[in-house]
């Protein structure tokens, strides 16, 4: 194969200038908008060869060639789909830390029957008991100077329980 030089390569805006004046493979004739490229040689009783750029891209298309625009945005896809996906491998490492860290922290011996070593203290019932009847002792005084005001829970019956007058 021999090599083709791009100095005899050359594109034509409009109808080519020598006979015959239009594409080799389809004869289109051409206008003012269309591009034909020009080898640069002719063909006896012919006259000059011209391809079409529908013609060249069709050739092309056969030969797997992907125009420029389309490559263009093909490229653009690429880059944000490449974008979004380092952003959710990101956040998938993240994710795996914090599982791995959860993991860890669940290695420290305790099997499902063993009590923790730390033990976070519950209030038992009498100590909460003791409390109510605290409150309920102080609003009792206020609520006896009279029977119709209303006290800070919104109850006003004075023979009310401590349940009716606990705050929380």
Do not use: W
């Not at 015959?20 to 012919?46: E, L, R």
């Not at 669940?106 to 009498?126: A, E, K, M, Y």
């Amino acid at each position: 194969m021999t090599d083709v030089s791009l100095d005899k390569i050359r594109v034509i805006k409009g109808t080519p200038p020598c006979a015959p004046g239009q594409c080799v493979i389809c004869c289109t004739p051409g206008d003012q908008n269309s591009k034909f490229i020009d080898f640069g040689f002719d063909i006896d009783f012919y006259g000059s060869v011209y391809f079409c750029e529908n013609c060249i891209s069709q050739t092309l298309a056969l030969l797997e060639y992907v125009p420029a625009d389309k490559l263009d945005v093909a490229l653009l896809k690429l880059t944000k789909a490449q974008a979004e996906l380092d952003s959710i491998k990101n956040k998938y490492e993240e994710v795996a830390g914090v599982i791995q860290h959860i993991r860890d922290l669940d290695i420290v011996g305790l099997d499902s029957t063993q009590q923790p070593d730390v033990v976070v203290p519950v209030p038992q019932v009498s100590e909460v008991a003791k409390s109510a009847n605290r409150k309920t002792s102080s609003t009792k005084s206020k609520s006896s100077r009279s029977t119709h005001e209303s006290g800070p829970t919104g109850v006003h019956n004075n023979d009310s329980t401590a349940t009716d007058k606990f705050e929380l």
